[in-house]
């Protein structure tokens, strides 16, 4: 788990992430909260599928009967979807799978987009949930932030 500081998530951000937050963002409306669900947390299964067989898996071996990879466009809809859907300045989003990392193009996209999709006195929370074996320095460093 790692929380978002946003100063140090915005040195994060590279001149090609920005482009992108910004070509992104300028389809949106201006955020008008539309209380309907009441949404504090959302979860996002980035990959079906994992490096991993364990027999004792729930997930079919985290296939979950099917495969496939979240891409970036639904991802960062679904973060639209979770602001647009509460008034909650505490959002926490978390990365599932199978094996969330074996997606992390996508899961580094979407914290990017989420923190460029600054609000008043919103706070990120974000967690992985992950079997730890694909750790690269890349992906460490990037959580730690
Ligand atoms: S690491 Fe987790 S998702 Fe992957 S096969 Fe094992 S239990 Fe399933």
Not at 9 to 23: F, G, K, Q, T
Not at 51 to 58: F, G, S
Not at 100 to 111: S, Y
């Amino acid at each position: 788990m790692w929380r978002s500081a946003e100063g140090s998530a915005v040195d994060m951000l590279l001149p090609e992430d920005i482009r992108w937050c910004m070509e992104r963002s300028k389809d949106h409306e201006p955020y008008t909260p539309v209380v309907k669900y009441d949404i504090r947390s959302m979860t996002l299964h980035l990959c079906h599928t994992c490096n991993l067989m364990c027999r004792y898996c729930y997930g079919k071996a985290g296939a979950y009967n099917g495969e496939g990879e979240m891409t970036e466009t639904v991802a960062c809809k679904a973060v639209d979807f979770l602001l647009q859907s509460t008034s909650n300045r505490s959002l926490r989003l978390s990365f599932f799978g199978g094996e969330p990392l074996l997606n992390f193009k996508v899961l580094r996209k979407t914290v990017l987009y989420a923190i460029a999709r600054r609000l008043p006195a919103l706070q990120w929370r974000f967690h992985v949930t992950t079997n730890g074996t694909i750790m690269s320095p890349e992906i460490a460093s990037f959580l730690e932030r």
